[in-house]
């Protein structure tokens, strides 16, 4: 397992809940070779302490993906937009328990499934200021269209980037 260091916790969210799924079995599941996603499915995600150490400390076969590609932000743009929001606004803690209610709308959503898991699901939102979660999710001067391109836009530079790790001497 690697480490793939990111430049801000907005990035950081947008792979951990949107880009890295998007990588194994959504928009690029079939890209070739095969198995291009694992080492990104692998690889620890982290906000690096300074611009130096953004990059990754993995081989990846792949490493070219369009993350700023219309038709993917067409599909999934308005929910990265939220994921992201929500990290800009939220504790980690609250974050990592709204964005599996976010739809593909990225609207907060009351879950109506069956089951222990879901229950629990329905647990969290009660603990939730849902009015002021959906004030973030709609608040564009918190993180806008632009931020998101511009973030997308990095990622795929830092996606290039290979840091080799220090040789100590």
Not at 54 to 82: C, H, P, Q
Request: hydrophobic share 35%; charged share 30%; proline share 4%.
């Amino acid at each position: 397992m690697g480490t793939l260091f990111v430049r801000n916790l907005a990035q950081k969210v947008l792979l951990q809940h949107e880009l890295i799924g998007q990588l194994s079995d959504g928009y690029w599941e079939n890209c070739r070779p095969n198995d291009h996603y694992k080492p990104w499915c692998r690889s620890e995600i982290v906000v690096a302490e300074n611009d130096e150490e953004v990059g990754r400390d993995f081989y990846a076969r792949k490493d070219n993906y369009n993350l700023s590609n219309k038709e993917l932000f067409d599909i999934v743009g308005t929910r990265m937009l939220s994921c992201a929001r929500l990290a800009k606004a939220l504790p980690m803690e609250t974050v990592e328990k709204v964005i599996p209610l976010l739809d593909m709308d990225g609207e907060l959503t009351v879950p109506t499934h069956e089951g222990k898991y879901w229950d629990e699901k329905r647990a969290g939102i009660a603990e939730l200021d849902v009015v002021a979660i959906n004030k973030i999710l709609n608040d564009d001067t918190l993180y806008s269209k632009k931020d998101l391109l511009n973030d997308l836009r990095d990622l795929k530079k830092i996606f290039r980037t290979h840091k080799f790790p220090k040789v100590l001497s």
